[in-house]
């Protein structure tokens, strides 16, 4: 079968749909305007399909098909520069590119520091482009193909991404140092049901939250929500309440210098796992999988709370 259409065609659609404007692509991409638009108008006649709508002074907009092909040449092109880079790995080079990562947001500070210092010392020709928002955003952007791998929870993970175990984590009680029972060894939920609860309101935090009290019987009686997670800290470290967390930072002090402690759940309640989702329907790239295997070795040492 022919190929009517090049890799450079397919990387000045994209820079093009990417920007929105001829200009701003032709700047990307280091050409005339002219010669990027005879390429897009090239790759439009080999392919036989409108990809773009051109409005004078307002940029451009992609066609239904255009929108579809975009999906298809990023991951084209991803696969191109994977095949550039693992040849480079044949004749004796080392991984290089560029490689897309993101991290559930209270995550990231735990675990982003170790993994972006130590992967750039193993692998110094990958450079690391690092996002972090709340769990949705993240599988939206692995089904985009914004992000190639993702390092949140297994927990509601949609049914077309698949991922790589990282470490167990086990979920335990914060409360502040006055508490009543913060010097006991362990804290039954069940004695912390009528105390209000601090709420760390970002998903999947919530739906983890429901289905451990879910897993007890109890019903705790909520006292604040919010979506800081050092927020939840400080609140818990004026005593208005108490918080259940995955996330246990290695100091015991909240911003306002208040000591909080965290003590491990007597109930046997359910752990998590920390992954790295990937789309199903992709194949990893070289410099995915480097990543993957370093962060199982960097992580699995690293210090968090646990029954």
Known sequence: MDVNYT??????????????????????????????????????????????VRHRAKGVELTPA??????????????????????????????????????????????????????????????LEL??????????DLHDGVLELALLYDYQLDADLEYIEVRTLYPHVLMAEDHR????????????????MILFDVPPSRENWERMMSTIGIEPMLGHRTHNFELTRCLVGRGLGYAVL??????????????????????????????????????????????ADFAIAALAGHPTHRE
């Open 131 to 140: 996002a972090e928002y709340s769990q949705p955003e993240l599988q939206r």
């Open 66 to 127: 255009g929108a579809r092909l975009l999906q298809h040449a990023e991951a084209l092109l991803a696969k191109a520069a994977d095949l550039q880079s693992e040849a480079g790995v044949e004749r004796g080079g080392a991984l290089s590119g560029t490689l897309a990562v993101g991290c559930y947001t209270t995550l990231a500070p735990l675990f982003i520091p170790p993994l972006l210092a130590g992967f750039k010392e193993e692998c110094p020709g990958i450079m």
């Open 181 to 196: 029972f913060a010097k006991d060894e362990t804290v039954s939920l069940t004695a912390l049901a009528n105390e209000p």
């Open 7 to 52: 890799i450079r065609q397919l990387q000045y659609f994209v820079a093009v749909a990417q920007t929105g404007t001829i200009s701003a692509a032709a700047s990307r991409v280091h050409v005339s305007q002219s010669a990027l638009s005879l390429a897009v108008s090239q790759l439009e006649r080999g392919l036989g399909v409108k990809l773009l």
């Open 246 to 291: 995955f996330q246990h930072p290695t100091v015991d002090l909240t911003y306002e210098g208040r000591r909080v402690v965290a003590r491990p759940i007597e109930e046997n309640v359910p752990p998590i796992q920390l992954v790295l989702a990937y789309p199903s329907r992709t194949s990893l790239t070289a410099r995915a999988h480097a990543f």
